[in-house]
């Protein structure tokens, strides 16, 4: 019932910025909390940021201060901004969306993901 399409991931150099766009469609009244998780070369996926419906964010300790995320007022997407990127932020990144029915938490939708490359 919901779709996930991200955007904006990409190479840039340390040091540099980059801003992924995730848009949900289908079903989106039932979609509560969003938020944006990476894999990394041999790890597992990892908790990046999250934001709820009421604007409530949590970020992973590694990227506090450096990226931010949130939502657009349409509350179908939401984005993350990231700066002073560092080679060990290359990862993919994933869009989450989680679902609810009936107010009851169901499942979570996870986007294709999209390559964040940070080199020199």
């Known amino acids: 019932q919901v779709s996930l399409a991200e955007s904006g991931g990409g190479s840039v150099q340390p040091g540099g910025s980059l801003r992924l766009s995730c848009a949900a469609s289908g079903t989106i009244a039932t979609i509560k909390g969003m938020g944006w998780y990476r894999e990394a070369p041999g790890k597992q996926r990892e908790l990046v940021a999250t934001i709820t419906r009421g604007g409530t964010t949590r970020y992973a300790d590694s990227v506090k201060g450096r990226f931010s995320i949130g939502r657009d007022n349409a509350m179908n997407t939401v984005w993350l901004q990231m700066d002073s990127l560092k080679p060990e932020d290359t990862a993919v990144y994933y869009c989450?969306?989680?679902?609810?029915?009936?107010?009851?938490?169901?499942?979570?939708?996870w986007g294709q993901g999209t390559q964040v490359t940070v080199s020199s």
């Open positions: 989450n969306a989680e679902h609810y029915v009936n107010g009851v938490y169901d499942y979570d939708y």
